[in-house]
């Protein structure tokens, strides 16, 4: 965001410099991309939003929580190991890796038939949602 800032200033001051076009041109210029900014992280909220909805419709919640490890390991847990390994949450959801911050056969086996029940139907969308709510979670 702050490179796209960074790059329309320098190219509206070139264009001022050059006296090409008219002060209420460069003002139209700049007005767009802070209308576009204004809309990015609105989406954004609107993937974490879904996905915070899907966390609690689809029970994720009830073994997961933010901080505290109930059943499974707490969203920061995950996220950090995900984060620290560069792996793809999406692709765990999705049943093509292996878990890597929980390795007890046991629980495991408890995982994955949660994720067969519950998330196996979600669309790619829904499942980078879930990722994008727990990346962001607070």
């Known amino acids: 965001m702050k490179k796209i800032l960074f790059?329309?200033?320098?190219?509206?001051l070139t264009i001022i410099s050059c006296g090409e076009t008219k002060k209420e041109d460069v003002k139209k210029e700049i007005e767009t991309p802070q209308e576009e900014a204004k809309?990015?992280?609105a989406a954004g909220n609107?993937?974490?939003?879904?996905?915070e909805k899907l966390f609690t419709d689809k029970t994720c919640v009830s073994c997961h929580q933010l901080d505290a490890k109930i059943v499974g390991p707490s969203i920061k847990d995950i996220v950090k190991i995900y984060d620290q390994y560069d792996a793809s949450l999406v692709e765990f959801l999705k049943g093509?890796?292996?878990a890597i911050v929980e390795t007890?056969?046991?629980?495991?086996?408890?995982m994955k038939a949660n994720l067969?029940?519950?998330v196996k139907d979600?669309?790619?969308e829904e499942l980078e949602a879930l990722a994008a709510y727990m990346k962001n979670a607070k």
């Open 7 to 12: 790059v329309f200033a320098l190219f509206s």
């Open 39 to 41: 809309e990015a992280p």
């Open 46 to 51: 609107d993937m974490i939003a879904l996905g």
């Open 96 to 98: 093509n890796k292996e």
């Open 104 to 110: 007890d056969p046991g629980q495991v086996a408890i």
């Open 116 to 118: 067969d029940g519950f």
């Open 122 to 124: 979600l669309k790619d």
